[in-house]
């Protein structure tokens, strides 16, 4: 018999929910579970994923548990949706404390109840969130995603595209790297379209290629509070990448996503999680990737990774 894909999804807040209807407007999942410590919120939002079936290309279940967390033991993925959009909104790093005390609520309990799953962790400040897992539960760490810079590389293919005149985004080869937030930098070294390094592209056709880098860079580094600033919630952009995720674990596709995963020594950086272009599978985190960079861009991502470290310190364990 084939045997269900199952994920649970902590927290149903606007980026929760849609991970769920993402999931099953893609035909991800077979079976989701969400949960929440608001039970009205909760239920609302089963009654209208459940509403919404009819219209899916694929059958699926969509239960709750509550705050019964234990629940979520048999699930092949568990994302972390748990944040506090309002605090996010005061500052990058503003939900710090709210989400890594969430963690404290249920992640030893799931591990603890059998877990062997994959943990998927969005909540903000990502990459500390994603560590706070390996530090709580002593889970592989390999095993442990945070969405981190996929979103972010996907908004700077989406600029890249609008200054290269309308190029489709999925042509274009780029990355976002070091931690999901300000301190983040473009790869703009091993970036390429077509397999033609960007900076060739720019010497034979300036016109088309030879944008402003430093512009493209900032606007894809503060796209999410241009979305924020009119609808005071980011949901789409980041929903789809989490479903993209799914995709590449639950079919063991060794996809190239730019995830947060812990490094062990790349460009001199360890026991810290950070964005780079990683293969991910069913395992996981299957190999984190070193993209060349120019010197700048080293020191950047060195230096976004002291960020990362700097929140980690804020906390009480570290």
């Not at 190999?287 to 990362?308: M, Q, T």
Request: glycine share 10%; with cysteine; hydrophobic share 45%.
């Amino acid at each position: 018999m084939m045997q269900a894909r199952t994920v649970g999804i902590v927290g149903v807040g606007h980026v929760g929910a849609h991970v769920a209807d993402c999931l099953l407007a893609q035909g991800l999942a077979d079976e989701i579970v969400l949960c929440d410590i608001d039970a009205g919120k909760l239920a609302s939002e089963v009654q209208d994923l459940r509403d919404s079936l009819s219209f899916r290309p694929c059958g699926a279940r969509v239960s709750a548990c509550g705050d019964r967390y234990e629940e979520l033991a048999g699930c092949d993925i568990v994302v972390n949706a748990a944040g506090s959009v309002a605090r996010s909104s005061e500052s990058r790093d503003g939900e710090l404390f709210y989400t890594t005390d969430a963690c404290r609520m249920f992640a030893r309990r799931i591990v603890d109840a059998g877990f062997q799953g994959i943990w998927l962790s969005i909540a903000n400040p990502c990459d500390v969130v994603a560590l706070e897992f390996a530090h709580l539960t002593g889970y592989d760490p390999a095993r442990i995603i945070g969405s981190g810079c996929a979103l972010d590389s996907a908004r700077l293919r989406t600029q890249v595209s609008l200054a290269c005149g309308g190029l489709d985004p999925a042509s274009v080869d780029a990355y976002m790297i070091g931690e999901h937030g300000f301190s983040q930098i473009a790869a703009w070294k091993s970036a390429s379209i077509a397999g033609i390094p960007l900076d060739r592209l720019a010497e034979t056709d300036p016109e088309r290629f030879g944008f402003d880098r430093a512009k493209v860079e900032e606007l894809a580094r503060r796209g999410g509070y241009v979305t924020m600033a009119g609808k005071h919630c980011t949901e789409y952009a980041v929903a789809n990448a989490a479903a993209r995720i799914v995709r590449a674990v639950f079919f063991d596709e060794h996809a190239v996503l730019a995830v947060s995963s812990l490094l062990t020594g790349q460009y001199g950086e360890a026991d810290v999680f950070a964005s780079l272009p990683c293969v991910v599978g069913r395992a996981g985190v299957e190999r984190v990737l070193e993209p060349e960079l120019s010197e700048d861009e080293l020191a950047g991502f060195r230096a976004s990774c002291a960020h990362i470290r700097e929140n980690v310190g804020r906390l009480s364990w570290w």
